[in-house]
């Protein structure tokens, strides 16, 4: 009986029965072929058994040009790839890695391989980017160690490691390589470009150096240019290399190589990747042993032995000449430098995008992600944005893996099929609560109906406060509009991201700088103004983006809420506003006479105004203030 997997043959031979002690031990070692079989079996959702693979892209006699000016050739290029190419050839998905990746994205090398690619949780047969659907491409980037030409590999002109005589490197240049190896693999079109941190850089300079090749982009913690902070760090990097003794001006193959200086590069950038609060979690103050000083300067806290290990696997397996190089390429990565603005560098790009940020990033803050948001709104570009809450720091993009794994999953599944993207689509797991105004908002549903009447067919949209996206999806269903969302609870930006919805997680109260004067049709503001802190100045804002603005709100002064205060002497709880006082996420108070006055205060005009009960669709036309629960108005810039 022979194993199709690993072909080993664990069956006796068929020349004779084994009789006695020789069936014993045949049996015996049939029984432990099989358990070390199992043992070594590879998990199910795992893309399985690997190879990388080397393919030259560049020859010596047709060098390629470099930003730098200098031309380099020959150039191979290592890379894996999972799943197959369909018949259509449109399921291709480019992932780039980060500063110490390699083309090893997932699976392994052999039966005996205890480490899976780097990216092992988030590609395989159902998982964030599904083998079963989807043809993964992941290559070493040029100047890497893993297989792709670098610092480290031969140079035909001396037979000798380039070392320091390789040209500097950029991130476009990256780019251009993996764009060459596509072109020998014969890949046209790419479904998606993702990557984080220096692989995010890579999927921004992709949008915009090939922007008709690739449906999405899914830039993750990743920065549009390093600030000074982070370029200060990868220059003490570099230079804890450069002055290691074995550092030899790049000459160390084949000798000692600069093992401390790299290790201590390492130390420094790795503490870049973690946050504050994942450290104190992690090690606190820890001692490697229990609760004494050794009064020396060996490692004895915990972060510190963390920090030794750490730098010690990383010396054996990267080099030190690419971890210069590539630093510098990142330091040299600047979206808009050739542009007047980032907003005009995003300008010609054509990819649905999901930019990906996580809440204790420092390295590339949620802030630098925001940027990059708005360039694309002020353009008008199709974008869901999400800051996903985290403790891992930059780390977060390899360690948030189911959090970050749904995203991306129903953002390919929305982009590969839109056609089959309806209202009640639910790829992703429903959220597992509603919190403050959207438990609210859930209850006052009735007004959907009314808002898509008031609304015209392929009219351009911005809903503040969207939720889970249903009246946004409603309204691209039935009137074909081109919709706009802004939500800032995670849970529902999953769920809008299912309906393939452009959504963007934001507070609205710091305003709508990135969107131009008018851009929209018309903006929505429904049960959100009295959540809000500063309705004055939201209100302003949609006025200005919007041709019209729709808001609708529960009436306070409803009869029940009356009658509730007058006779029980106590804040109102009723099934229009069914908080405590204590837990409400109404902040503010009003009726439909406030709001009257507050669009005069505005110097917005009332177009409409629908005062509605929830459980009648037709309008309230005696004594509104009293018996509506519920009111939607359409304003204007008067």
């Not at 000459?251 to 200086?261: E, I, K, L, Q, T």
Request: proline share 4%.
């Amino acid at each position: 009986m022979v194993c199709p997997d690993i072909g080993t043959c664990y069956a006796p031979a068929r020349s004779g029965e084994p009789t006695g002690s020789q069936c014993v031990d045949v049996y015996r070692n049939e029984f432990l072929t099989i358990l070390v079989w199992l043992m070594t079996a590879i998990d199910a959702n795992s893309v399985g058994l690997v190879q990388t693979k080397v393919l030259r892209v560049v020859e010596s006699d047709a060098p390629l040009l470099l930003e730098c000016g200098k031309k380099l050739g020959p150039i191979d290029v290592a890379y894996e790839t999972y799943g197959q190419l369909n018949e259509a050839r449109n399921n291709a998905i480019l992932v780039c890695h980060a500063l110490s990746g390699s083309a090893h994205a997932a699976g392994y090398h052999s039966r005996d391989d205890r480490k899976p690619g780097w990216w092992e949780d988030m590609i395989g047969p159902g998982k964030g980017i599904d083998t079963d659907k989807y043809f993964v491409l992941c290559s070493n980037f040029l100047g890497g160690c893993s297989g792709t030409t670098g610092p480290s590999s031969i140079d035909p002109q001396t037979g000798k490691p380039y070392g320091l005589s390789f040209p500097i490197i950029t991130i476009a240049d990256m780019v251009r390589v993996q764009k060459l190896l596509l072109d020998r693999l014969g890949i046209e079109h790419l479904l998606a470009v993702i990557g984080g941190s220096i692989g995010g850089m890579q999927v921004l300079q992709w949008s915009i150096a090939y922007p008709d090749m690739m449906d999405a982009a899914i830039p993750i913690a990743t920065t549009t240019h390093l600030g000074a902070q982070s370029i200060a760090f990868d220059a003490v990097g570099r230079n804890a290399i450069l002055a290691d003794a074995n550092f030899a001006d790049g000459r160390y193959h084949g000798n000692s190589v600069p093992a401390r200086g790299l290790a201590i590069a390492r130390m420094i950038g790795h503490i870049t990747y973690l946050s504050e609060e994942g450290m104190r979690q992690k090690f606190g103050r820890e001692l490697r042993s229990a609760g004494k000083y050794s009064y020396d300067f060996n490692s004895e806290f915990s972060v510190e032995t963390y920090l030794d290990y750490q730098g010690q696997t990383f010396v054996d397996r990267f080099d030190a000449n690419s971890y210069l190089y590539i630093t510098k390429a990142s330091d040299y990565f600047d979206l808009a430098r050739d542009y007047s603005s980032l907003s005009q560098a995003f300008a010609g790009t054509r990819a649905r995008f999901l930019v990906v940020s996580f809440s204790s990033d420092w390295l590339f803050t949620p802030a630098q992600s925001e940027a990059i948001v708005d360039a694309l709104a002020a353009n008008g570009k199709d974008i869901s944005f999400c800051n996903i809450d985290s403790s891992y720091g930059h780390d977060a993009f390899l360690l948030e893996n189911e959090t970050l794994g749904a995203f991306i999953r129903c953002f390919l599944a929305a982009t590969s099929h839109p056609e089959c993207v309806k209202v009640e689509d639910a790829c992703c797991p429903k959220p597992t609560r509603r919190l403050g105004r959207h438990e609210q908002a859930h209850r006052a549903r009735v007004d959907y109906q009314l808002v898509e009447s008031l609304i015209e067919p392929d009219a351009t949209v911005l809903d503040v406060g969207c939720g889970d996206g249903e009246l946004l999806a409603r309204l691209r269903q039935d009137k074909r509009i081109d919709g706009r969302g802004i939500e800032l609870e995670q849970d529902l930006v999953l769920g809008c991201v299912c309906k393939r919805l452009s959504i963007i997680q934001y507070d609205i109260e710091r305003g709508l700088g990135s969107y131009a004067d008018k851009s929209f049709d018309y903006a929505i503001l429904s049960q959100t103004v009295q959540t809000i802190r500063d309705p004055e100045r939201v209100l302003q804002d949609l006025l200005r983006v919007g041709r019209r603005v729709i808001v609708s709100f529960p009436n306070f002064a409803h009869w029940r809420s009356r009658v509730q205060l007058l006779c029980r002497g106590r804040a109102p709880v009723t099934r229009q506003l069914p908080f405590g006082w204590h837990d409400t996420p109404n902040i503010h108070c009003l009726s439909l006479k406030d709001f009257d006055d507050f669009c005069g205060h505005l110097g917005a005009r009332i177009e409409r105004r629908v005062p509605l009960v929830k459980t009648r669709p037709s309008p309230v036309r005696v004594w509104p203030n009293l018996l509506a629960e519920q009111v939607i108005y359409v304003i204007r810039e008067d």
